[in-house]
């Protein structure tokens, strides 16, 4: 699955999205102002121009949905309130530096 996502500065959405979510920069053309990043079965696109704020969301699998809120919000990122449905997955959207929704995702049952 990809997703696509403007971001104002690039240089720091790439330095955001591998330092921060752990995602590894799979292409990036300078003279394009473009990068394409993974995160297990997740790509995403990141474009220099001005923020969508109906754009799509990217979702991402984590060990720990908790323990990355923790984390992230200790390193001042944006992130929202740990959501759980039903005892089968835990939910947290985090907001990179443009505003963007990522998604990262807990599944907890063992079925």
Excluded: C
């Excluded at 720091?12 to 473009?34: P, V």
């Excluded at 799509?56 to 449905?85: C, I, N, S, T």
């Amino acid at each position: 699955m990809a997703v696509w996502y403007h971001v104002r500065d690039l240089e720091a959405a790439r330095d955001f999205y591998r330092e921060k979510l752990g995602f590894d920069e799979t292409y990036y053309d300078e003279e394009g102002r473009w990068s394409r990043l993974v995160h297990g079965p997740m790509q995403i696109g990141l474009a220099e121009g001005e923020p969508e704020e109906e754009g799509g969301v990217a979702h991402v699998d984590v060990p720990d949905v908790k323990a990355e809120a923790d984390r992230l919000r200790g390193e001042g990122v944006e992130v929202g309130v740990v959501f759980e449905l039903h005892g089968e997955m835990r939910l947290l959207d985090v907001f990179d530096p443009d505003g963007n929704r990522i998604q990262l995702a807990q599944e907890l049952s063992e079925g």
